[in-house]
């Protein structure tokens, strides 16, 4: 069974940075693709970016790739995602997800690929 940690989450104001981290416990296998998505009040969760645990490979929304970064640790157990140049429409609550199945089989955008979800973060970001 995967279990995922989010931390990192918190006030700042616009153009700030944060730096959100999950940590992933359980088998490696069952976890190959790893994901941020957001989501605001009741809406449907938004796709962030996913990583592969295997290849390091990264999957972007391009419209945050230049202000977002990702990464993984050596032990691929943790999950970071470094949020610059903040605005105030990036408030969200932040989950992590992971997958099963490889990055690149079937869409890694929607939630439904995903196996397992942490129990978010909260980012607020003021103007």
């Known amino acids: 069974q995967v279990q995922l940690v989010e931390s990192g989450g918190g006030s700042v104001q616009a153009g700030g940075s944060l730096t959100l981290s999950c940590v992933a416990s359980?088998?490696?296998?069952?976890?190959?693709?790893m994901a941020w998505f957001r989501q605001v009040g009741g809406k449907r969760r938004e796709w962030v970016v996913s990583?592969?645990?295997?290849?390091?490979?990264?999957y972007w929304d391009s419209s945050l790739k230049d202000r977002f970064t990702v990464s993984q640790d050596n032990a691929k157990t943790m999950v970071s995602l470094q949020m610059n140049s903040l605005k105030p429409e990036d408030s969200a609550m932040y989950y992590c997800?992971?997958?099963?199945?490889?990055?690149?089989?079937?869409?890694?955008?929607?939630?439904?690929?995903?196996?397992?979800w942490g129990q978010g973060t909260q980012v607020t970001v003021s103007s």
């Open positions: 997800a992971a997958a099963f199945s490889e990055c690149f089989l079937g869409s890694r955008d929607i939630e439904a690929k995903y196996n397992y």
């Open positions: 990583i592969s645990t295997t290849s390091g490979s990264t």
């Open positions: 359980g088998p490696s296998a069952s976890r190959k693709c």
